[in-house]
C-alpha cells in the first residue's frame, strides 16, 4: 500500500484496495495503522461527478513525518550527510573535510558528520543510508575502500551501535544507480551509472533491481584497459579508464594541455565509450547515466562518450541507448541512500 502511496499522487480506499488486491476491511485498518504512526494522512474529498453518496476520503504520505539521515563519502576530501524527507527532499546537509586521514580516524569523521546531520532532523529518523567507494558486502561491510585504507570494515553494524538507528550501506554508484531509478524520472527498468570521482565506477539496475554481482563488485570499471598504449595505472597496467577519465586524471591532463583542454576531453570522453560499448553489449541497457563534476563531465562530454559508444557495437544495440548527465547532480549519491532506507524500512522503491 505504501508503494502506492508514495508515487505521490492521492489514493482514495477503494483506490488502494483495487490497486492492491487487498479487501476493503484489511486496506481500512492498514491506513488506521500508518495514520497512528503519522506516516499517511487524509488531505480532504474526490468529488466525481455522477457519483451517488459521500465523495471518498484521500490519502497521502506526509513526506514530514520521518527522516532519513543520508551519508555521502564518496568525495574523499569532504564527507557529507543530509537530513532527507520522505518525498525525497533534502532537509539540510552538513560537511565534514577530511584532511587525508586514515584508517580508524576516517571512522571518526564518518562518525562525526552523521552526529552532525543527526542534529539537524525534524522528525523522527526512519534509518540511515551510507555511500561508499570501495566493496561493500550485503550486510554493510567494506571490504576493501583504499582511498580510506579499509579492510573488512563493518562500517553499517558500527554505526547502527553508534546511533542507536538501522542503517544500509551501499557502494556509491550503486546507490547512485538506485537514486537514478527511483528518483531520475527515466520510467526505465535497465540502467547503469557511471560514477566519475577519483575513482571511476558502475552502479547498475537491471529488471527493475539494483544488481552488485556475486560479490558484490559488479561495475568495477576503472581498470578495463581501453588503451594499450596508455598512461601506467597505480594497478600496474596501463591504459586503464581511470588514467584517462578519473577526476584527478583528467584535470592532470587539462593542465598539461594548454590550448588543447578541448581535445583533452573529447578524448577522454571517447574512452569512456571503449568501456560503455562493452557494458551495454553485454546487458542491453536502456540508459547509461553519468555522475561526477558537471564542469568536466557535462553534457557534451556525454554527447561525446555516447558517439563513441555508437561506433563500438552494432547499431541494433546502439540505437535504444541513452547517455546522459545525471539530473540530480551532487546528491544523486546522498539520494540513492536514502532510497535504499526507504525500501528496507518501508519497502518502497
Ligand atoms: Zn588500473
Avoid at 47 to 54: F, L, T, Y
Amino acid at each position: 500500500m505504501l508503494q502506492h502511496l508514495f508515487d505521490g499522487s492521492e489514493h482514495s480506499r477503494a483506490d488502494l484496495a483495487r490497486s492492491t488486491g487487498l479487501t476493503a476491511a484489511t486496506v481500512g485498518a492498514i491506513v488506521g495503522e500508518l495514520e497512528a504512526r503519522g506516516l499517511i494522512l487524509e488531505v480532504g474529498t474526490r468529488r466525481q461527478g455522477s457519483q451517488v453518496g459521500k465523495p471518498p476520503k484521500m490519502l497521502s504520505v506526509r513526506p514530514e513525518s520521518r527522516n532519513v539521515i543520508s551519508v555521502d563519502l564518496s568525495d574523499p576530501t569532504t564527507f557529507r550527510a543530509a537530513v532527507v524527507d520522505l518525498g525525497g527532499s533534502v532537509v539540510a546537509s552538513v560537511n565534514v573535510e577530511n584532511p587525508g586521514s586514515a584508517n580508524s580516524e576516517t571512522l571518526s569523521l564518518v562518525d562525526k558528520v552523521i552526529e552532525l546531520a543527526i542534529a539537524k532532523a525534524t522528525a523522527p529518523i526512519l534509518g540511515i543510508g551510507i555511500g561508499t567507494p570501495g566493496v561493500v558486502t550485503a550486510s554493510g561491510s567494506v571490504v576493501e575502500a583504499s582511498n580510506f585504507g579499509w579492510h573488512d570494515v563493518g562500517l553499517g553494524i558500527h554505526v547502527e551501535d553508534l546511533t542507536g538507528h538501522p542503517t544500509y550501506v551501499s557502494n556509491d554508484a550503486n546507490a547512485a544507480a538506485i537514486a537514478e531509478y527511483s528518483r531520475g524520472g527515466h520510467h526505465c527498468r535497465n540502467l547503469a551509472v557511471v560514477k566519475i570521482g577519483s575513482g571511476v565506477g558502475a552502479g547498475f539496475v537491471l529488471n527493475g533491481q539494483p544488481y552488485g554481482g556475486e560479490h558484490a563488485s559488479a561495475g568495477e570499471i576503472g581498470h578495463l584497459v581501453v588503451a594499450d598504449d596508455g598512461p601506467r595505472c597505480r594497478c600496474g597496467h596501463r591504459g586503464c579508464l581511470e588514467t584517462f577519465v578519473a577526476v584527478p586524471s583528467l584535470e592532470n591532463a587539462l593542465a598539461e594541455s594548454g590550448a588543447s583542454a578541448a581535445e583533452v576531453r573529447i578524448d577522454a570522453a571517447e574512452r569512456l565509450g571503449v568501456a560503455l560499448a562493452a557494458i551495454v553489449a553485454i546487458l542491453d541497457l536502456d540508459l547509461i547515466v553519468i555522475a561526477g563534476p558537471r564542469r568536466l563531465l557535462g553534457d557534451d562530454f556525454c554527447a561525446n562518450a555516447s558517439k563513441s559508444l555508437r561506433s563500438r557495437c552494432l547499431e541494433s544495440v546502439a540505437e535504444s541507448v541513452t547517455v546522459r548527465f545525471t539530473s540530480l547532480d551532487d546528491d544523486v549519491v546522498l539520494l540513492g541512500a536514502a532510497s535504499l532506507v526507504l525500501s528496507q524500512e518501508l519497502g518502497v522503491a
